[in-house]
Structures are given as structure tokens and as C-alpha cells.
């Protein structure tokens, strides 16, 4: 069902940027960064049908909360579906609004964001407020965790992140289609 919708937007929108949902395995990697075991405000940016959401209220404490922000509309309306639970909060918004969208919820700020949204195809403006933003909305020690595609340029994130966050990390996953980059970025 989740491949199917994808397949079905992303002809009309670009920005999307796979046609198809990240793996199991992947969404395991990526979140095998993350401490489980406490509260947690967790941002998503560009959360399509959710398959990260679903991993991680599965996995969250009754007290979490979990802030989606995602652009394309026909997205919203799924997650808006799917996701009943009063700790999802759901915004049709883009990433670079996310200074203002998490303190709606939360005020002192967000412990992880998770990013699948395509910086390669964003201007450089963009990339930087986007990065700026982030780093402005986590607690110290809060991590940032984009996954992008394999073959994404150093320019297109890597660079952006190494200039404001203390510590950055990038690995490769084969297991996914297209292969991922994952980045660990900690404040
Ligand atoms: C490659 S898909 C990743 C979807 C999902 N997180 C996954 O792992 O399968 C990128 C998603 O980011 C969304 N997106 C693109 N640009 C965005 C932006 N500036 N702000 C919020 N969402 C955005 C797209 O609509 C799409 O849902």
C-alpha cells in the first residue's frame, strides 16, 4: 500500500524523491542511534506515509511526542489517517518552518530530528537554514539524523552540517534501495 502511494505522487512531485518507502533495515539503522528509554520530542522532516513514525511510536515511552512535518499534501492526508494517537502532531509545512512548528509543542526545544527530505535539491540558502534551524531547536546532546541517498555530494549536506554541529558522523547502508547515507550529528 505504502509503494503504491509513493509510486502514485511522486509523478506529480518531484520533491519526493524515491519511489519507495525507506527499508525495514534501513529505518532500524538510522534509529539505532536513538536512546529509547527516556521522554523524547522527536522531529520528523518529510515523514511520506510514515514508515519512520510507525517505528518510532512502537518504540517511544508513553511520555514522547512526536512532531511530522511534511510538504506534500496528499502525504499529510495519509498520515493525518493513519496516525490517530494525541502524541503525533502533524503539520503540512515545510522544514525550514521548524523553529516556529516545535515550539507549538514543545517549548524547550526536540531530542531528535530525522530527515529524509532531498537536500541535493534544495538551494544552498535553503540547506543552511534548514541546518541552522535544527541545531537551534535541539537540546544539548539532541542528535540530527538525515538519511539521504548513497550518492549525495559532501556540498549537498555533509559540509552544511559540519559547520554549525560539534560532531558529525556519516555512514553507508547497502541494504535499501538506492542505497543510503546516514549521518549522525550531534549537538
Ligand atoms: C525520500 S522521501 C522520504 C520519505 C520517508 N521518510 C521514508 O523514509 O520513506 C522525501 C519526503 O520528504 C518530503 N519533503 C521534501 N521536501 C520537504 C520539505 N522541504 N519539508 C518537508 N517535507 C519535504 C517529500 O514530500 C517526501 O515525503
Known sequence: ????????????????????????SGVRKVCSKIDFSKDNVYVEYGPATGIFTNYILQNMTPGSNVILIERN???????????????????????????????????????????GIPFSFFNDQM????VRQTYGILREGGKFLPYQTFYQKDRHL??????IFDTVNDEYFLWNVPPMRIYEAVK
Do not use: C, W
Not at 493525518?80 to 516545535?102: C, G, L, N, P, W
Not at 555533509?158 to 559547520?163: G, K, Q, S, T
Open 158 to 163: 555533509y559540509n552544511h552540517i559540519r559547520n
Open 1 to 24: 500500500m505504502a509503494h503504491f502511494v509513493y509510486l502514485r505522487n511522486v509523478i506529480k512531485d518531484k520533491h519526493i524523491a524515491s519511489i519507495m518507502p525507506t527499508s525495514a
Open 127 to 130: 540547506r543552511n537554514e534548514i
Open 73 to 115: 499534501p496528499n502525504f499529510v492526508d495519509v498520515l493525518r489517517q493513519t496516525f490517530s494517537d494525541d502524541r503525533v502532531h502533524i503539520y503540512h509545512d515545510s522544514a525550514e518552518k521548524v523553529a516556529d512548528i516545535v515550539l507549538r509543542v514543545s517549548a524547550d526545544g526536540a531530542d531528535y530530528v530525522l530527515s
